[in-house]
């Protein structure tokens, strides 16, 4: 049996604003991440969100472009 180190997580994650829409197929959204355990508070974290992708294939060249 091999040693795992299994650590107890103390993190909190919430939202900082709105959401943003940047593009019809591009959303961002901002977030606070702290751990006070690995001394880290209200780092912020950036989610880009592609909501251009369809439930079957590939998306049109047009969705892709805004988000490049």
Known sequence: A?????????????AAGETIELTPYLSLRKYQVSDPDLGIANREVRQLHY??????????????????
Do not use: C, E
Request: no cysteine; aromatic share 10%.
């Open 51 to 68: 909501t251009g992708w369809p439930d079957h294939g590939v998306p049109s060249d047009a969705s892709l472009d805004s988000f490049m």
């Open 2 to 14: 091999s040693d795992v180190y299994k650590r107890q997580v103390n993190i909190s994650v919430r």
